[in-house]
């Protein structure tokens, strides 16, 4: 369950990254932006909850006791993809959604770059 847990923050920090850099572009290129983008978007961002599930899983499962930072870090991943989703649909960010999900998707990569270093 541990590599599992190894494996799936890699996932999360790649498909992140990927979706970041793509979001940015689109927003520079709009042509770039599609379905193929935002279906990498939702699964990037999906990847968070698996993260979490398959730690917590883990966890429990070999009496592990979590680092409180490790937690954190965690945890505000899935507060990052609330946030982003929440503001998705806001006026001032109307066109500009590319550029939300770029920086953010950006930000989910940096946080479990940081986790995985603890």
Known sequence: MGDLHNITAWVLIVSNALAGVWCL?????????GMPMWGLVIVAQATTFVQAAVGALWANQADIEIDDMHMLYGFSTLVAVAILYSYRGSPFIKDKTTLLYGFGSLFIMGLGLRNLVL
């Open 25 to 33: 572009a689109a927003y520079q290129w709009r042509q770039l932006a």
